[in-house]
C-alpha cells in the first residue's frame, strides 16, 4: 500500500510513459509543486552551509569523460550522439564539469574551501531490468555537490558533510547508516593522494562508528 509507485498514481503526481524514454518522469502539477518545494529546501540548506550554486551543460565533448576517466570505465552506461564528426556524450554526473571550472583559473590556497552545488539534469543508461519507479531511472536530478579542499581540510570537510546529511535525513524522519568506500581496481590518480585521502577519511570514520568498506559504482 505504502509502495511510491502506486501512490504516484494515486496522488496523480508522476508518470511513466512507454513513449517516452524509459526510466525517464513526468511530473503532473501536484508532484512538480512537491518536487521544487524539496529543491528549495536544500538550496537553502546549501547556502547556510556556505555552498555556492553552480550550473553546468547537459553535453560535453567525450574528450571531457575520456581526460576523466569515466569513458574507460563506464561507457557503455552512457549516452552519446555524433554532432559534426565529433562525440558527444549527456552528462551522468557533474563531477568532470565541475573539474573544468575549476581549472578555468587560478586559485590560491587561501580560497579553498570551494563547496559547489549542482542540480542539473543527468541520464544514466541503467539496464532496462533495473528500472524501478523514481528508486532507479535513467534520467534525474540530485542535490550533487563537490568540494575543493586542501588535504589538511579533508576531515574536517568529511564531517561536515555528514552533519548536514544527518541534519537532513533528521528532518524527514530518516535514520542513515554509513560505510567508507575505498578506492576500486579502476581508480585514477597516484597511490599516495588516495593513501592520504582513505586515511583521513578512515579516521573520520571510525569516529562516526561507520561500517565495513563498500565501492560505489559510479565513485
Known amino acids: 500500500k505504502r509502495d511510491h509507485r502506486n501512490l504516484g498514481k494515486q496522488m496523480n503526481l508522476f508518470l511513466h510513459h512507454p513513449w517516452a524514454s524509459p526510466g525517464a518522469t513526468f511530473w503532473f502539477p501536484a508532484g512538480a509543486r512537491l518536487y521544487n518545494k524539496l529543491i528549495d529546501f536544500m538550496k537553502s540548506e546549501y547556502r547556510l552551509r556556505g555552498f555556492d550554486e553552480v550550473i553546468t551543460p547537459n553535453m560535453f565533448d567525450s574528450r571531457t569523460f575520456k581526460t576523466s576517466g569515466h569513458y574507460k570505465c563506464y561507457k ?50 541503467e539496464d532496462s531490468g533495473a528500472l524501478s519507479g523514481l528508486t532507479r531511472v535513467r534520467r534525474f536530478q540530485q542535490d550533487d555537490a563537490h568540494i575543493f579542499a586542501r588535504s589538511d581540510q579533508i576531515q574536517s570537510e568529511v564531517m561536515y558533510a555528514l552533519d548536514f546529511l544527518q541534519y537532513v535525513y533528521g528532518v524527514f524522519g530518516f535514520t542513515a547508516t554509513f560505510a567508507l568506500s575505498t578506492r576500486p581496481k579502476k581508480a585514477i590518480g597516484s597511490k599516495e593522494i588516495w593513501d592520504n585521502a582513505e586515511t583521513q577519511l578512515k579516521a573520520r570514520s571510525e569516529e562516526r562508528r561507520v561500517g565495513k568498506e563498500c565501492r560505489s559504482r559510479w565513485s
Open 76 to 125: 557503455d552506461d552512457m549516452y552519446s550522439v555524433m554532432v559534426e564528426s565529433t562525440e558527444w556524450m549527456l552528462k551522468p554526473m557533474n563531477c568532470p564539469g565541475h573539474m573544468l571550472m575549476f581549472d578555468s583559473g587560478i586559485h590560491s590556497y587561501k580560497d579553498l574551501p570551494f563547496r559547489w552545488a549542482d542540480f542539473g539534469v543527468l541520464h544514466r543508461n
